[in-house]
């Protein structure tokens, strides 16, 4: 009887090992969700709005929850520098692909003439666009052989244990 009930938590600890690596992969996808929006209203703000980028930062940091984005609300001293630290410290649950395409903004915001930094805006959405696309069509892919093979090995792991 200890026996069955030890083997079941051991597949269950197995599977529920593969669902949080499923709901890591749904984090790093909504992260870059959310990184879209932000671009999309730095680039609307940039257009429209007369910001410096610290107000910039402040109006479209201040509603994200996806992550901890205080580190980018909170930027005074240099720029780029500031906005590379709070890269850094905010964007460790991300897509490091996607990290690093939003992180080149600190190369150009508030640094060039207004049509270069929307170019540049543009290009970086469009970059962890098309690598949330690629995650979310991985994931729908990979979702059963996760959850498979968490059971699975779960399964091996009792048997060897036998």
């Given at each position: ?23 890591s ?15 999309f ?69 508030g ?52």
């Amino acid at each position: 009887m200890i026996r069955l009930l030890l083997n079941s938590a051991i597949v269950i600890s197995c599977f529920l090992i593969s669902l949080e690596k499923l709901s890591s992969e749904r984090q790093k996808i909504q992260i870059a969700k959310e990184l879209e929006s932000v671009i999309f209203q730095l680039e609307a703000l940039i257009k429209y709005g007369s910001y410096d980028v610290y107000r910039l930062c402040e109006c479209c940091f201040a509603d994200v929850t996806v992550f901890d984005a205080g580190s980018f609300v909170e930027i005074k001293d240099s720029f780029s520098e500031s906005f590379l630290e709070a890269c850094e410290k905010s964007l460790d649950n991300a897509d490091s692909s996607t990290k690093s395409a939003f992180m080149k903004i600190a190369d150009f915001l508030g640094m060039f003439e207004l049509d270069m930094q929307i170019i540049g805006l543009e290009s970086v959405l469009e970059e962890i666009k098309s690598r949330r696309i690629s995650m979310e069509n991985d994931l729908a892919a990979k979702k059963k052989l996760y959850l498979c093979l968490g059971a699975f090995s779960g399964i091996v792991i009792c048997l060897v244990l036998m």
